[in-house]
């Protein structure tokens, strides 16, 4: 798989972040130490975000009707 990110250099700090995956971002001391932490980093981003989506499916949801209703009509 491909993933394209946005590095740069700022005050001798190597930074990058990865558009495509909200949140993703880091930063090294050189550029091979920063390839080796957006490794981590997206690897850390898929697992957690891959967990919460698989949980989304054991969740309880809110019926706000549990029980079917059948109004009474109003006596006149």
């Known amino acids: ?6 590095i740069w250099q700022e005050d ?23 390839l080796e932490m957006l490794q981590d980093a997206i690897q850390g981003w898929l697992e957690v ?6 949980g989304k499916g054991k969740e309880k949801t809110f019926n706000p009707n549990p029980v079917p209703f059948t109004p009474n009509p109003i006596p006149s």
Request: charged share 15%.
């Open 49 to 54: 975000n891959t967990s919460r989506l698989r």
């Open 12 to 34: 001798g700090v190597w930074c990058g972040f990865v558009p495509a995956l909200l949140g993703c971002h880091t930063w090294g001391d050189n550029y091979e130490h920063l």
């Open 1 to 6: 798989m491909k993933i394209k990110a946005v």
